[in-house]
């Protein structure tokens, strides 16, 4: 049964960085485009950032850009998303997801996803 599971969660002071690991298990995704997505207490889940099957095609939400990087190592089936300059607008529970194909246009959106992890909690304290 293919899983995802993320790490790397927890609480960060302002300023502060963290950087959430999202390994697969039971299969391989190497061919997918994978994304994060949060949601924070009260608010509807968004798209945080994507990269598709090769690396070649990243995208970030503009809240997050220039602070947060996607990554992926196919060989470890391994999504990263390192997390700079946290605010504490950015607390929320991420969700890694894997795409039904290999790529997308600008975003992955939420009826795209084939897989979701069960999420980890990042708390950014002012």
């Known amino acids: 049964q293919a899983q995802l599971e993320e790490s790397g969660g927890g609480l960060v002071q302002a300023g502060g960085s963290l950087r959430l690991s999202c390994e697969a298990s039971?299969?391989?995704?190497?061919?997918?485009?994978m994304g994060w997505f949060r949601q924070a207490p009260g608010k509807e889940r968004e798209f945080v950032a994507a990269?598709?099957?090769?690396?070649?095609?990243?995208a970030h939400a503009a809240s997050v850009k220039g602070r947060f990087t996607i990554s992926r190592d196919n060989a470890r089936n391994t999504v990263y998303l390192q997390m700079n300059s946290l605010k504490p607008e950015d607390t929320a529970v991420y969700y890694c997801?894997?795409?039904?194909?290999?790529?997308?246009?600008?975003?992955?959106?939420?009826?795209?996803?084939?897989?979701w992890g069960q999420g980890t909690q990042v708390t950014v304290s002012s």
């Open positions: 997801a894997a795409a039904r194909g290999p790529t997308f246009s600008q975003a992955i959106d939420a009826k795209d996803i084939g897989y």
């Open positions: 039971g299969r391989t995704f190497s061919s997918y485009a």
């Open positions: 990269i598709s099957w090769n690396s070649r095609i990243t």
